[in-house]
């Protein structure tokens, strides 16, 4: 999975991290062109929800390139 495994790398190192989950299509090894990733986060302590996302999205934007669309036009 290339990036994708790096990505989970350098999420488990979050410590507040309980698991990580991929479900979708990834969980059973399907990819192609239009294929994304989905992944359950689980965190050890509920109250630090808002900080641990925060780290887990720093982490997914700074790897990933991501690009926006408006399908509503």
Do not use: C, P, R
């Not at 698991?19 to 399907?30: A, H, R």
């Not at 982490?59 to 991501?66: A, D, G």
């Amino acid at each position: 999975m290339g990036q994708d495994t790096s990505i989970f790398e350098s999420i488990k190192q979050v410590k507040e991290l309980a698991g990580i989950i991929l479900v979708g299509s990834g969980s059973y090894n399907f990819k192609d062109k239009y294929s994304d990733i989905d992944i359950v986060v689980v965190i050890k302590n509920e109250n630090l929800f808002d900080s641990t996302s925060h780290k887990i999205k720093e982490i997914i934007f700074s790897t990933l390139k991501v690009d926006f669309y408006n399908y509503s036009k």
